[in-house]
């Protein structure tokens, strides 16, 4: 999604008509470009010094690299060969130099005239191909390439030299420099760019026009052209997405909504009362926001971090039985079935008496909670959809089931949202639209979101952490076990399940796949480099692994093995029976990432733990050490010990802050990932804006856009804000109905 600003018709032409079908048409498909506005914001990664090549050290492997340079040899060999006419083959060696590192250009067969005769020594070029090794050599094989040639013939070496090149994200189809001459066609359009920032904030802090930035970014004189450029497209970017997040709010805040207070010696009392421990402080702190909330006229918008354990689940349901307590209804949204259940059997199990509405035995103050699922039976979701409609039941727990046009509530006034970033927009409006009047909104995530991000990506909703976890949590050791340089470390982990076990214990083994292979791809594609040896092989599944265990390192133990494929019914079966202690160790996919709570499993091992993300290990590893007894986290893993994969798992094995591993792993894995699991059309708007690097940027920005959003609601004088807005909310919009 591009924030362009203020598509005025100038940028909103057709790049076909600007560039031809046949460059439009690469553009399109491989880099998401489609007008002239597009391509002008599609700024450079990076600039090169004519003359200066990359470093050698950092080309990557197999990656498609542009590097710049003089031709320091070139050498045509013959060789014999049975494919080329008259027997013999030729290859021409060429070998470039920066002065500091050299690298080696092959060309063979018919591809040898043309660089043979353009390619002698002294010739400077722009070189783009892909990284391989040949001889224990780096080298290029048939690389496309550029002369470059001063344009002034009476231009110094210096000068010339000294010239920045803007390097493109680009493609094996479309070179850096093709696009650089797209871009340089299109250029003058830029002087027709409205601009989305307020003149006064402009002005204040010393921002250049966006013609003028857009010029510099893309024909920079200097380097302090650059600084200047990205300066100035930062702020764009945060400030057009804050005034988007910042109306938003702005709109929300204006709906009505009806407050909900709970009845004094209520259900929420009678429930307090019955917890067999005191709330922590942070659950009484972030509790008191949320009933703040509830007790106004507009409706509550709030998300609530917390770290995996720290009782988010229990603040939760503490608000929904407030809102039952005041005539309402609370409905609560769980990404997959198997969280949806666990979410319902935990809390009819906290609630005892208290969930048995309209039964025999049940509790004065009881309400009735219903489960709603795409897979139930008939007869039983007519009998939820029917305790909806009449109130009877005071809290349903569902998946995107709840969502359906058919489910009626008697009065929703309270919407809880778990894992939000499973869940666009769209979908968390459509189950608010079932209220009266709009219900208060409750959104949870146990990922913990670094400040900036959830400012981003949350930018809609108030924030409320729990980060204190609450007494009777064990903690957690966590260990790396390099299967490939320690094979004995894997034998004494199984070891050590089996120990887990023989103390009353029970264990979980993680792997990426399920294994019954219908076209499964793995949770990342593997890397074919020279040091990844391990992940040419497939990951580990599921299947396979509880196999190997049942009949070798864990034979005598019950084994049971759970993944996303198996019936609703069966993997609910496969849970109890876990649950309830009858199986010892549980083989999974990351089916069990969220919301599953068994306080007697206390080993956790991760098969090919490399292949998961910072985050997710840390969701894994927090569904281990839920009771009195400490917990194990074991990640094995075969990449060798220099590789960035390692050095990743050292990192969560060295800590248990999940924002301190949050922001490790956003500045490993760039925003793209990040927001993009935020499903957020943060992500993809973010060209030259970092959520780490420009915290400041963003806190100002977001200042900046609710005073002007709260002086200013429709923006009647910043046309082209109004135009980037537009921009960025049609892409929004399109992105979530695709996402359904």
Known sequence: MDLVPALEEPLKQPLKSVLGPATAKVMAEHLGLHTVGDLLHHYPRRYEERGQLTHLADLPMDEHVTVVAMVADARLHSFASTRAPRGKGQRLEVTITD????????????????????????????????????????????????????????????????????????????????????????????????????????????????????????????????????????????????????????????????????AADGLLTAFDDRLPFTLTDGQQKVSKEIFDDLATEHPMHRLLQGEVGSGKTLVALRAMLAVVDAGGQAAMLAPTEVL??????????????????????????????????????????????????????????????????????????????????????????????????????????????????????????????????????????THVVPAADKPHFLARAWERVREEVANGHQAYVVCPRIGDDIDEAAPEKAKKSAEDEAEKRPPLAVLEVADHLAKGPLNGLKVEVLHGRMHPDDKDAVMRRFAAGETDVLVATTVIEVGVNVPNATAMVIMDADRFGVSQLHQLRGRVGRGSAPGLCLLVTEMPEASAARQRLTAVAATLDGFELSRIDLEQRREGDVLGQAQSGARSSLRVLAVIEDEEIIAEAREEATALVARDPELTDLPGLRTALDALLDEEREQYLEKG
Do not use: C
């Open 340 to 477: 949806a259940q666990q979410h319902h059997r935990s809390v009819t199990e906290m609630m005892g008496e208290l969930a048995e509405g309209g039964m025999l035995g049940g509790a004065d103050h009881a309400t009735k909670v219903v489960l709603l699922t795409g897979s139930m039976g008939t007869a039983a979701r007519r009998q939820a959809m029917l305790d909806l409609v009449t109130g009877e039941a005071g809290i349903v727990i569902g998946t995107h089931a709840l969502i359906e046009d058919k489910v009626q509530f008697h009065d929703l006034g309270l919407v809880v949202v778990d894992e939000q970033h499973r869940f666009g927009v769209e979908q968390r409006d459509a189950l608010r639209g079932k209220g009266k009047q709009p219900p208060h909104l409750l959104v949870m995530t146990a990922t913990p979101i670094p400040r900036t991000v959830a400012m981003t990506v949350f930018g809609d909703l108030e924030t409320s952490v729990l980060d204190q976890l609450p007494a009777g949590r064990s903690p957690i050791a």
């Open 99 to 262: 002065g500091s590192g050299r690298l080696q250009l092959v060309f063979f067969g018919n591809g040898v005239h043309k660089p043979h005769k353009e390619l002698l020594p002294g010739t400077r070029a722009m070189f783009a191909g892909k990284v391989s090794v040949f001889n224990r050599r780096l080298q290029l094989a048939h690389p496309a390439y550029e002369l470059l040639r001063g344009d002034d013939p009476d231009e110094s070496v210096e000068s010339w030299a000294g010239a920045l090149i803007p390097l493109y994200p680009a493609t094996a189809k479309l070179e850096s420099w093709k696009i650089g001459k797209a871009v340089q066609t299109v250029l003058p359009s830029a002087q027709e760019a409205l601009d989305p920032l307020p003149p006064s904030l402009r002005e204040g802090r010393g921002l250049v026009p966006l013609p003028e930035a857009l010029l510099k970014i893309h024909r920079p004189g200097t380097k302090a052209d650059i600084a200047q450029a990205r300066d100035r497209l930062k702020w764009d970017e945060a400030f057009v997405l804050q005034v988007a997040l910042a109306r938003r709010r702005h709109t929300d805040a204006q709906l009505p909504a009806v407050p909900r207070r709970p």
